[in-house]
């Protein structure tokens, strides 16, 4: 709790749409930055439902290089995995404080995927031996006038798309969002697709002020993934403009680390990216031969179903599911569609063969009921028979007694002594 009350106090502001506890550059004349996080932490949730450690004896990521495009890279946690970064971001129009993640979203990202084991946290990323690279596209503060206020200019994410691209990325992961299409993002996304690069993306988060009919670039481009996020109770955490959701996994209150150490709670889409991209340098470390095509098809596979069913609104295919995506056995090729059935009509042969066929049962049942008639006929003629000779053909029932008037009229008295002899006096 301590360390919350002073990141509140550090920030001074409202938390920042984009999920990490970040502070509204408009809200003041000189930037503040993400300080320092908690010395220590429990396991985090997330991990407990992704278990990722559970791959680790099979793949450690370590010949993946994964792009985070983003804020910048910064904490003890990933150091020794930061392989090369650049710094790409516009001119800040608050004062330059010179670090090299003020947002702290980059570095919360970058945590998820790769952050390193220690005796302090329970907290670790995903791939601890991944390579990370690390694009800097936005500086000490969003860029003044975006709508929505932490939109990136689509060029500048273009930049940083490509540079990961030359810098031999395999995974790239774009932590920031651009609500404006361009030709120059759309040929840094095809690039690196075409470059067997699995590109990853954010779907961001739907705010209540944003302007109506905007939509995230490049998570909405054909061949990324489009990742949105769940909290600990396995439901959605936040709408996104999004018009499609690949995938989902854990981005509401999970741990990140923090640019001057430690670690905290973040929430935003770009951790669940981050997630998914951590899986992916697992995946692709563990099989080396898939192309970025079949990685996401073993992604969406293997996903944990959604409440919603698959391909949902909200959810995609469901939740990351990092084990089965390595390890699944997956039937190679892809799913053709049937074609559709053909009633036609029959031959006059095989209407000729049903005729006779219709034909023949009638007379074998005919032939059938005659044969139990006859069966019938002998059984009774056997067994009936001789009682019938015996009895003269005469019915062996009693015949009913029949009432006569006579029988109703008095009889006479009797004599009580008739039946002794008569004396005379």
């Known amino acids: 709790m301590y360390a919350k009350r002073s990141l509140r106090t550090l920030l001074a502001a409202a938390v920042g749409s984009l999920g990490i506890l970040l502070v509204d550059p408009s809200a003041a004349h000189a930037q503040q930055c993400v300080g320092t996080g908690q010395a220590t932490s429990p396991v985090p949730w997330a991990q407990q ?6 791959l680790w004896p099979l793949t450690s990521g370590s010949k993946q290089r994964v792009a985070v495009v983003g804020t910048g890279v910064s904490s003890p946690l990933l150091d020794g995995g930061i392989a090369a970064s650049v710094d790409l971001s516009p001119p800040s129009r608050t004062a330059a404080t010179g670090k090299p993640d003020c947002l702290g979203l980059g570095t919360a990202v970058a945590g998820v995927i790769g952050a390193k084991e220690t005796s302090e946290h329970g907290f670790h990323g995903v791939a601890p031996k991944t390579q990370l690279l690390s694009a800097k596209v936005v500086g000490d503060s ?17 930049a940083g798309i490509n540079w990961a691209v030359d810098q031999g990325a395999t995974i790239i992961t ?4 651009s609500y404006q299409d361009s030709l120059a993002l759309r040929q840094a996304t095809n690039r690196a697709l075409d470059a067997d690069v ?6 961001g988060r739907a705010e209540q002020n944003d302007p109506p009919g905007i939509t995230p670039f490049p998570a909405s481009y054909a061949g990324v993934l489009s990742v949105g996020m769940i909290g600990e109770d396995g439901m959605v955490a936040a709408d996104t403009h999004a018009p499609r959701v690949d995938l989902v996994a854990p981005g509401a209150e999970v741990t990140a680390a923090y640019p001057d150490g430690g670690v905290g709670p973040a929430s935003g ?3 669940a990216a981050g997630y998914v991209a951590g899986t992916v340098a697992l995946l692709r470390d563990y099989r080396p031969q898939l192309s970025n095509e079949e990685v996401v098809q073993r992604l969406v596979a293997t996903a944990s179903p959604a409440p919603e069913g698959v391909g949902s609104r909200n959810y995609g295919h469901g939740l990351i599911n990092p084990y089965q995506a390595a390890v699944a056995n997956l039937v190679d090729g892809h799913p053709t569609k049937l074609a559709p059935a053909d009633p036609g009509l029959a031959a006059a042969e095989e209407l000729a063969r049903e005729a006779s066929w219709q034909q ?14 006859a069966a019938v ?15 003269r053909w005469r ?3 009693a015949e009913a007694p029949v009432d006569r008037p006579e029988d109703e009229l008095p009889e006479p008295p009797a004599d009580l002594f008739d039946d002794r002899p008569k004396t005379t006096v």
């Not at 049962?361 to 005919?366: E, T």
């Open 360 to 373: 023949s049962n009638s007379l074998a049942y005919g032939l059938a009921a005659a044969g139990v008639s």
């Open 198 to 203: 699995v590109v990853i993306a954010a779907a």
């Open 49 to 54: 439902v992704l278990t990722p450690e559970r």
């Open 377 to 391: 006929v002998m059984t009774a003629v056997v067994v009936f028979g001789p009682r019938g000779r015996r009895r």
């Open 269 to 271: 889409t770009e951790l």
């Open 395 to 397: 019915a062996g029932i």
């Open 142 to 158: 969003f860029p003044q006038g975006s709508q929505p206020h932490d939109s990136v200019a689509p060029d500048t994410l273009a």
């Open 174 to 177: 774009v932590a920031a969002v």
